[in-house]
């Protein structure tokens, strides 16, 4: 049975320069097997969590979870690797996968393979399992204090990142307005126009979990 798992962020082409050093890093943006989204894995107060974050058809649903209450949440931001745990002596993650496809949680791992491919499989009841390998898309995310400490991190603490980038854009000139939009929607736990996601330690759904 091949576990096939909705979630996602595209950046377009691949992304080149890792080192050996990182083989193990399973952080980073990843599209998953069949090319309808990514996710983006963060260590979130010692698990790794992932989401999605970017859809190729955008506005979609969680319409196969059979809470009616979440039926009508947006796909995009919601929750798909939860509270992955390391395992001990090797360089793999222990936690469950929420399937989008059949709105069931799954049992799974997460294995780096190499720089650019992240393994990851599910089972049923320890039985009928199957998997699929997501190709990396975007750098590994380093540890931020909104992701380290996730819900038990200060109020302020969030707010902080948020607040830098403003002070330059309303002092700088009107010409020069664009520049620190294009460069926050990239820095990794922001949010922009090119980012709606941004840090998904700060997302409610894992913020609420993560502690």
């Known amino acids: 049975m091949r576990l096939a798992i909705y979630t996602g962020i595209i950046l377009a082409g691949g ?4 080192t050996p050093a990182l083989a193990a890093d399973p ?18 107060n010692g698990s790794m969590w992932g989401a999605v974050s970017w859809e190729k ?3 979609g649903r ?19 690797l939860i509270n992955m745990k390391k395992t001990a002596g090797a360089e793999q993650w222990e936690g469950q996968v929420y399937n989008a496809k059949d709105g069931q949680m799954y049992s799974a791992t997460i ?22 390998t997501w190709t990396r898309v975007g750098p590994p995310i380093p540890l931020s204090t909104a992701n380290a400490m996730a819900k038990g991190a200060p109020k302020t603490t969030g707010a902080a990142p948020r607040a830098a980038p403003a002070v330059p854009s309303a002092a700088a000139p009107a010409p020069t307005t664009a520049a ?18 941004g840090d998904i330690c700060l997302l409610p759904e894992i913020a609420g979990l993560a502690h």
């Open 15 to 18: 992304y080149a320069g890792l």
């Open 27 to 44: 952080t980073g943006d990843w599209r998953v097997a069949d090319g309808v989204a990514n996710i983006r894995v963060a260590q979130c």
């Open 57 to 59: 058809q955008p506005g």
């Open 62 to 80: 969680d319409d196969n979870n059979p809470d009616v209450s979440k039926k009508n949440r947006p796909s995009l931001g919601m929750a798909t």
């Open 111 to 132: 294995t780096p393979v190499g720089t650019d491919q992240l393994e990851i499989k599910g089972c049923v009841l320890g039985f009928l399992c199957g998997g699929e």
């Open 180 to 197: 620190p939009k294009s460069a926050t929607a990239t820095k990794p736990g922001q949010k922009g126009a090119a980012d709606p996601v």
